[in-house]
C-alpha cells in the first residue's frame, strides 16, 4: 500500500511563499521520480516540477519545472524521510490551485489547496 500526503497549502498574499511537503510511505523509494501537478477550478491537472530518482542508469535529482513556475518554485527531495518539497516564492493569483504529490508508478496525493489572494 503506497501513501503519498501533503501538508503546507493555505492562504497567501500575492508575492509570498510557501513550502509544500509530501510524505511517501509504503513501496516507495529512492528509486521512484516524484513531482508536483496542480489544479485550478475548471480547469486539467498540469505539471508543476519533478525530480528523479536514484537507480540503475538514471541520472539522480534531474529537475524538470513548468514554464510558469521556472525561477520561483523549488523542488526537492529527501530520501532518507521518503519526501518531497516544493518551495514556492513570488506565489502569483494564478498559482492558486490544488496541489498534488505525485509518485512515478501512478501514485497521487489527496492534495493541498493553495489561494493566493489578497
Known amino acids: 500500500q503506497v501513501q503519498l500526503v501533503e501538508s503546507g497549502g493555505g492562504l497567501v498574499q500575492p508575492g509570498g511563499s510557501l513550502r509544500l511537503s509530501c510524505a511517501a510511505s509504503?513501496?516507495?523509494?529512492?528509486?521512484?521520480?516524484m513531482g508536483w501537478y496542480r489544479q485550478a477550478p475548471g480547469k486539467e491537472r498540469q505539471f508543476v516540477a519533478s525530480i528523479s530518482g536514484s537507480r540503475v542508469g538514471n541520472r539522480v535529482g534531474i529537475l524538470n519545472y513548468a514554464d510558469s513556475v521556472k525561477g520561483r518554485f523549488t523542488i526537492s527531495r529527501d530520501n532518507a524521510k521518503n519526501a518531497v518539497y516544493l518551495q514556492m516564492n513570488s506565489l502569483k493569483p494564478e498559482d492558486t490551485a490544488v496541489y498534488y504529490c505525485?509518485?512515478?508508478?501512478?501514485?497521487w496525493g489527496q492534495g493541498t489547496q493553495v489561494i493566493v489572494s489578497s
Open positions: 509504503g513501496r516507495i523509494f529512492s528509486g521512484n521520480d
Open positions: 505525485w509518485a512515478s508508478g501512478g501514485y
